[in-house]
């Protein structure tokens, strides 16, 4: 496995709660190591993933499936 990290920006505040319901639909999907969200830039993400096992975009679309809104940040 070769992980890689994406950035996430969500448009929504996310509270302590919402973070973390969000951690564990990222951290739930096949191909995804974990999922970092530091309170103090509270809409963004750090996705670690395996590319081979699933895209950016489909960690994107679980966020979006999850009711959040927000899109992909070029590292």
């Known amino acids: 496995m070769h992980y890689a990290d994406l950035l996430l920006h969500i448009d929504e505040p996310l509270d302590e709660g919402s ?13 995804v190591a ?16 395996d590319p081979g096992e699933i895209a950016p975009m489909g960690v994107l679309e679980a ?3 999850a009711g959040y809104h927000g899109e992909l940040v070029g590292l």
């Open 19 to 31: 973070a973390e319901r969000l951690t564990g639909v990222l951290e739930g999907l096949p191909g």
């Open 34 to 49: 974990g999922a970092r969200h530091d309170p103090h830039r509270e809409h963004l993400f750090v996705v670690d993933f």
């Open 63 to 65: 966020a979006r499936r």
